[in-house]
Each structure stands twice: as C-alpha cells, then as structure tokens.
C-alpha cells in the first residue's frame, strides 16, 4: 500500500521480508549505548509467535515501511480475541513498533493498522502492547533515556511520543519503573515484623521449585485467577496452555531466590511473585549473536550480573494487608544482597496498581522510568 513522499507499506510474508523486520531495530540503534540488542534468534522466535501467544489469541500482521526501498519503520498489529472476548471489548492493538523520526512514515503505519482493524470491526486501537501472554516492549519511554535498560523492558528513540501524539494518539495509562538500591531500601525495619506476620497469618514462603514445576505453575494460576482485579481491562487469568508457556519461559533463566510461592497452613498457594537477574548485562556484550563465541561471554557474564528485575505481584484477596507481599519483598532483598545484587527494578507497573505501587514506595523505591500506552478511535 502506497503513502505520501513515496511510503510503501508492506506486509511480512517472505524470509527476506522477516529478516528486514528484524534488522531494522539494530539497524536503527546502532550506537546507541542504552539499546541491549536481543539475540536475534530469540527476537525471530518472539516476532513468530512461538515464545508468546500470538498465534494462539487472534489475527495479526507484521508490516515494514519502504521508502526508497529501504526499511524505515515497522510494527506489529493484532487483535487478542480471547481477551476480547473476555472483558467484553472491540480492540486491536500495536506492538514493536519501531520508526525512524519522521512523522509520515510513522503515519503511514498508523494508518494501515486503523484500516486494518476496522475491516475486522475493531473500535479502539491501543499501544505499544506486550504480545499476548507477554510481559515487555510496553508503552512508548517518555523520559530518562540515559540508564540502561533491564531485561525484557522497552528503549525507544526519544521521539517516539511525538509520533503518537502529532497523529492523535491520546493516552491511555502510564506504567511506571521503580527503582531500589542498598543504600535506599527499608529493608531493616522488616527484619521484626515479616516474621511476626509469618507466625501470625500462619504462611510459609516456598523458592519455585523446578523438580515439580507443572505443580507450582498450577499454584501461580490459582493465585492469578483468584486475585486479579475484575476491572484491569487489559489482562485475563493465563489458561492452560499460556501458563505451560510461561513455565517454559522461566525455567531456563529463574533463580528461584527470586521466585517465591507463599502458601497458607494447609498448603493452599495465596501468593507469589516473579523476579529475574538482569541478563541484558549479558546480551550487552554479545551484540545480538551467541555463537560462535557468544557463549562463553554469556556464560562468564552471567556471573557478574548485579541487577534483578521485578515483574509481579499477586496475593489472593483474603490475604492481603496480612504481611505477605512484604515477607516476599523481604526475601527477596535479602537474597539479592546476600548474592551481591545492588540495584532491584520494580516494572512495569500500572497507574491503576495502586497497592503494588504502595509497597514497592514503602521498600523505598521511586519511579525513574515512565512509559506510555496510548489509544486512538477506529
């Protein structure tokens, strides 16, 4: 489909097509010392669907931007049927969108991913999302360009907001960054009372075990189900088939110091949470490829990793304001220094999560990164 100034954009369908999709961001952030690039077999396998569920939840379509017949933009437009189905709502959505600054090319891209939306019957169009099952590449940075980026979380070009807005993109939430470190944690004044809590709320914190992983995951659905909030738009319990593929996700990366599991007296899971070393420190030194030598920069890197990053929280309701998100904080940094961790990310986390935004603040973390999501009518 042609666009103004000679902007061709085309839907991914050949290798070759697929290989300029992926080479475009490393191609655009070259230089730049805060873009981690991804290994490129990983970013082909998340881009395909086979490390998320994209191909699973609804329809989708990659395109890339030509002008000149080179690539200067692409992105990803889809529709997740189940959660549409779910929350009862008409909405598509954009992810890995990547442009180079200008405003007609990035036009142009909005513009096929409203026509195609609305030749499904699709009424809002929000993004950049996270692909179904996902938990990175969320919103659009707005600030703080200079510290570098953790693992699974989103860098984009300064620009990148005026992208949006100049086409009428208004917002829709922010979802905030956290930071901590050893010298602004309150970890002390914990030392007394999670254990009193403990003993008093009768719960027990369980490392994830790996042995018995499809049992635990089980209990982090459980948990899932019964303590999202009904009115968070945006997410859905994982069923099945979503929580094998996280399994798969975590097992080869966990430390499972930080992946706790809390369960009531008689076993029941009522709690637990997901943090991860931050391999980007790795990938950093790789530049985007593993073999032939990668490896063994991975493997000796990987020791040296000083950061962690926290994704998630839940605690079932009746458990709640009873100690137990602060027995998993408290393990947790614990661990972390313990293990010689300096610096603990809390992302991305929604404006409309306001308890987790509460104890992540009471541990002495504060918002150091803002990203935005924004909407538009179809």
Known sequence: MAYGQEIIVKVVE?????????????????????????????????????????????????????????????????IN?????????????????????NQTVANAMFDYARDWLRKREMMLLKGPLSLPCGDDNRGVLLDNFKDPTLI???????YYKDLFQKYGFDKYFDVYAYKSDKSSSNIERYEKLVPYAMKKHKFSLH???????????????????????????????????????????????ADTDFILIA????????????????????????????YPFGIFKFLYYKRKIKKLRFFVLFVIPEYRDKGVSSAIYFSMYSSALKKGYEFLEGSTIWE??????????????????TYRIYKIDI
């Open 263 to 290: 369960r009531n007296e008689s076993g029941e899971p009522i709690g637990f949470n997901i943090a991860l070393p931050d391999y980007n420190e790795v990938l950093a030194k790789l530049n985007g490829k593993l």
């Open 152 to 158: 699974m979380n989103t860098y984009n070009k300064s």
């Open 14 to 78: 050949s290798k070759d097509d697929l290989r300029k999709f992926i080479d475009f961001q490393y191609e655009l952030y070259d230089g730049d010392c805060c873009f981690v690039p991804p290994l490129k077999g990983d970013i082909k396998k998340y881009v395909m669907g086979e490390t998320n569920c994209l191909n699973q939840s609804g329809p989708s379509v990659k395109i890339i931007a030509l002008k000149d017949n080179k690539v200067c933009g692409r992105s990803l437009v889809g």
């Open 207 to 253: 490392p994830l075990d790996k042995k018995n992983i499809d049992k635990d995951m089980k209990d982090i659905q459980t948990i899932i189900t019964k303590a999202m909030p009904k009115e968070w738009d945006d997410f859905m319990p994982p069923n099945d088939d979503e929580i094998k593929l996280i399994a798969s996700q975590l097992v080869p990366f």
């Open 352 to 369: 409309y999560n306001k308890p987790m935004m509460h104890d992540i603040e009471k541990y002495g973390g504060v918002i150091y990164k």
């Open 81 to 101: 049927e189940h959660l549409n189905h779910y929350k009862g709502l008409k909405e598509g959505y954009i992810s890995l969108f990547e442009c180079i600054d």
